[in-house]
């Protein structure tokens, strides 16, 4: 499960199917946030590899970080941080809660990491 490149390109093959049928003329202030989501998601294509996918991962979080702290979200939203990633500069990831599941070493290591900030606080707006 947590090496499955096939259900990440689907994922984000969803992804980028949901953005293209919003129309960005009816919203007021299209992000430019949302317009780097769909360039990060550009990227993922059937034929990359599960260590490709991961370092494109980190370009799709800091788009989301941004949507998320313009728009807010519907729950709690934590940001999370695993500083071995890509030769120990470390890289960050979303999750709904604190139960740390780090994406950039799945199996091999998916409890390295800890808690950055809580990005949004649902209860709180």
Request: charged share 20%; glycine share 4%; hydrophobic share 35%.
């Amino acid at each position: 499960a947590f090496d499955d490149n096939t259900r990440i390109i689907t994922y984000t093959h969803t992804m980028r199917s949901q953005i293209d049928q919003l129309d960005q003329s009816q919203i007021v202030d299209w992000p430019a946030s949302a317009d780097e989501i769909k360039s990060a998601l550009e990227f993922y294509t059937d034929s990359l590899t599960i260590n490709e996918s991961r370092q494109h991962f980190q370009r799709l979080t800091r788009g989301v970080i941004k949507l998320i702290q313009n728009y807010g979200y519907s729950t709690d939203v934590f940001v999370m941080k695993c500083p071995m990633a890509f030769n120990n500069t470390g890289a960050t990831w979303l999750q709904t809660d604190k139960d740390l599941i780090n994406p950039y070493f799945g199996a091999e290591m998916f409890k390295c990491g800890n808690v950055l900030s809580q990005l949004y606080h649902a209860e709180e707006n």
